[in-house]
């Protein structure tokens, strides 16, 4: 299978390096408008391949992204001092104009996997601008938040985050829900598991949690910048989900008829992921207080994307 990535920033080549070394697809095709980017980017992905795997990874212009069946979108720009978030999204938006068009003129039948932020609007602006099926616009929305939370219930709990079912819905931004009503560990409840191995999930344990997942992003920019390695191996773990027909259960985004009473809004919930882009919704079991902020999370995400004009 032939994945292509436009956009060769931090985030696209960390998901071509996660795809290269996966092994998982035949080819990574990396487009830029910075073609000596692109080239430079697939050239270090390339020479770590002989290790791992044997994926051909190159650069080139979109019409090598013929025949792809999947093209991951991390193309944008960056905030400007004093830019407004709306301002910047405006601009993204002008970016994916440019970008949507040439891609599905080379490659109308891929699947799109929306990475550049803030995602969920960047995946409802991509509906929009390519006519496609929402099933088939899928935004990489909260399955990194998802696997920290997964992973710092697993490291509480002394189990693997593979060992934990939990998710975060909603926005992937400050607004997003840890949905903890539903977590589970093992086939037991959270408050189960923990009370058999001695590590109450108390009031304390769980603000600790619930702030180290909705503020990784902002620790790890002001450490390095940007984060990247998360998301890129995020990316590449829903084109597996694609490339082996996984019907695999993430949060990814996606335009919604409906969603806790808000219409046509992109957001994550739990989606079943396989050949043809998102199979399934589900619909989890929330409390009330969980309801009520993917509400909230789903009315300001609509009130962003009606700002934007295309
Ligand atoms: P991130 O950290 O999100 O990956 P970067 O700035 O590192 O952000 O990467 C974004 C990439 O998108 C840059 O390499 C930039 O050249 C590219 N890009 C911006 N606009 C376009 C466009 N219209 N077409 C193709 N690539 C683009």
């Not at 830029?32 to 992905?45: K, R, S, T, V, Y």
């Not at 400007?80 to 949507?100: H, I, Q």
């Amino acid at each position: 299978m032939k994945v292509g990535i436009v956009g060769a920033g931090m985030v696209g080549s960390s998901a071509g390096y996660a795809l290269a070394l996966m092994g998982i697809v035949s080819s990574v095709v990396l487009v830029d408008h910075n073609a000596e980017l692109a080239i430079a980017q697939a050239e270090d992905i390339a020479h770590a391949v002989p290790f791992m795997s044997s994926c051909v990874v190159e650069a080139g212009d979109y019409d090598r992204l013929s025949g792809a069946s999947v093209v991951i979108l991390a193309a944008g720009v960056s905030q400007k001092p004093g830019e407004t978030r709306l301002a910047l999204l405006e601009r993204n938006a002008a970016v994916f104009r440019d970008v949507v068009g040439n891609v599905l003129r080379v490659a109308p039948d891929a699947i799109l996997l929306i990475a550049s932020n803030p995602v969920d609007i960047m995946t409802q602006i991509t509906v929009r601008l390519s006519g496609l099926p929402a099933a088939r616009v899928i935004g990489s929305g909260t399955i990194l938040d998802t696997a920290r939370f997964r992973s710092l219930l697993g490291r509480h709990l002394g189990i693997s985050p593979q060992s934990v079912h939990a998710y975060v819905l909603g926005e992937h931004g400050d607004s997003e829900v840890l949905a903890w009503s539903n977590a589970r560990a093992g086939s037991l409840s959270l408050a189960g598991f923990a009370a058999q191995v001695g590590s109450a999930i108390t009031a304390d344990v769980r603000a600790r949690i619930d702030d180290g997942v909705r503020n990784a992003a902002y620790k790890i920019i002001k450490g390095k910048g940007a984060t990247y390695y998360g998301i890129g191996a995020g990316l590449a773990r829903i084109v597996k989900a694609i490339a082996q027909d996984q019907q695999e259960v993430l949060t990814v985004s996606m335009v919604n008829r409906e969603i806790e009473g808000v219409a046509d809004v992109a957001l994550s919930i739990p989606r079943v992921i396989g050949a043809t882009g998102i199979m399934t919704d589900l619909f989890p079991d929330l409390d009330a207080e969980e309801r009520a902020a993917l509400h909230r999370s789903a009315a300001l995400l609509k009130a962003t994307v009606e700002a934007v004009s295309l």
